[in-house]
């Protein structure tokens, strides 16, 4: 499949971590310990750990392996913060902190995003991936990312280290974090909306119980949401711009459950509200289709 140029940017930067940012955490790991050669042997397996996994996430383009690539690719530049902190970085040092923030950077973006989000279609199908609720932007999301992502490196660390102890209980504590933590992210990453030849099918657990189908020749609009819509919010909360589809047939669709346990009643609904992390790719996209865009 098609790759855009940002991934293959993203594929690069990952590949000139070790060269650039390698020497700053070797260096800063013997000189904080006393134990020196032990810690730096095991910062050394754990970056190089965390650098195999990224690399191989970054050539598996699917959606389990965005939401590998997402979890390790701010860790080298947390990590080279820290070493920072314990030593001045050098000229090669400053690089390689930009480097990783380069990469932290380009791994969140929707561009690529999208590469990997596609990586599972088939037939004649696109997916646009869907923006996640802003009330998780700032905190909970970061939340859960550390505790997928922090506790085994360190682990590792430890146990390379010789400090047995700690490395087994993080790594045990890790190891459930990590995986209740992926499958949340998973749950995150898995919302799209699936342009087929039929129409447009909106996937996401979070706004429904199923997915439904908007057929195409029954979309008389595709486009931005008005201020005073009555539409259905199926953005659980989403920001920046909101489309707005006008079915001219009506569609029933059941809205996933308020709270565990709850039962959600079917609703027929003339018009949805959407929050693609690309807007103006759907629209493009719909247009090409022959699907009814207005851009404004």
Known sequence: MH???????????????????????????????????????GV?????????????????????????????????????????VAQTPGALGWIGLAVAAAVAVLSMSADVGSDFVNGSSYG??????????TALLVGPIEAVWAGTAVPLPVAVVLGVSRQWAGAAVLGVVGVGLALVGFRALSRLARRWLVLVPAGITVVDPMALAEPILLRRTSIARLGPAPADTDALDLTVGAGGLILQVDLSTPVELVPAPSRRGAVAEPQEVAAVLVAPSRPGELLRLAESRRIAVARR
């Open 3 to 41: 790759v855009t140029p940002l991934t293959w940017i993203t594929r690069a930067l990952w590949v000139l971590l070790p060269f650039t940012l390698g020497a700053l955490l070797g260096d800063a790991a013997a000189e904080a310990s006393t134990a020196g050669a032990d810690t730096a042997l």
């Open 124 to 133: 004649d199908e696109h997916r646009v991936a869907l923006r996640p609720p």
């Open 44 to 84: 050394a397996v754990a970056a190089w750990a965390v650098w195999v996994l990224g690399l191989f996430a970054l050539f598996v383009l699917l959606p389990d392996a965005l939401v590998a690539l997402r979890v390790v690719a701010p860790l080298p530049l947390l990590a080279g913060a820290v070493a920072a």
